[in-house]
């Protein structure tokens, strides 16, 4: 129904920033609730931060361990949302996609439908 695509992810080093993009087409953006997962190798995919489909403000939610350094943001006018990555640390590594479901701010993948093909990053000491 909706396509979605982040953009290339990269590579820093401990202390850097990064900030991931998704692009969506087809659906009414606006109405999807989004979010961002990641996955480092032979672990479980995370939650990593959500935003829903209104923009008020109050309605964005993070994982504890990216509160104070990452912040999830969208424009619907361009039908894309955004994460940037502050503060980066090693652990942060994985495999960081973006996913959209009808409904509201969730943590758990499987609550998602629709997902984009993820994207590398890699944090470096």
């Known amino acids: 129904q909706v396509q979605l695509v982040e953009s290339v992810g990269g590579l820093a080093q401990a202390g850097g920033s990064l900030r991931l993009s998704c692009a969506a087409s087809?659906?009414?953006?606006?109405?999807?609730?989004l979010g961002w997962f990641r996955q480092g190798p032979g672990k479980e995919r995370e939650f990593v931060a959500g935003?829903?489909?209104?923009?008020?403000?109050?309605?964005?939610y993070y994982a504890e361990f990216v509160k104070g350094r990452f912040t999830i943001s969208r424009d619907n006018a361009k039908n894309t949302m955004y994460l940037q990555m502050n503060g980066l640390k090693p652990e942060d590594t994985a495999v960081y996609s973006c996913?959209?479901?009808?409904?509201?701010?969730?943590?758990?993948?499987?609550?998602?439908?629709?997902w984009g093909q993820g994207t590398q990053v890699t944090v470096s000491s």
């Open positions: 996913a959209a479901r009808v409904g509201s701010v969730a943590s758990r993948s499987t609550d998602y439908r629709y």
């Open positions: 087809g659906g009414t953006f606006g109405a999807y609730t």
């Open positions: 935003i829903g489909w209104n923009r008020s403000g109050n309605n964005v």
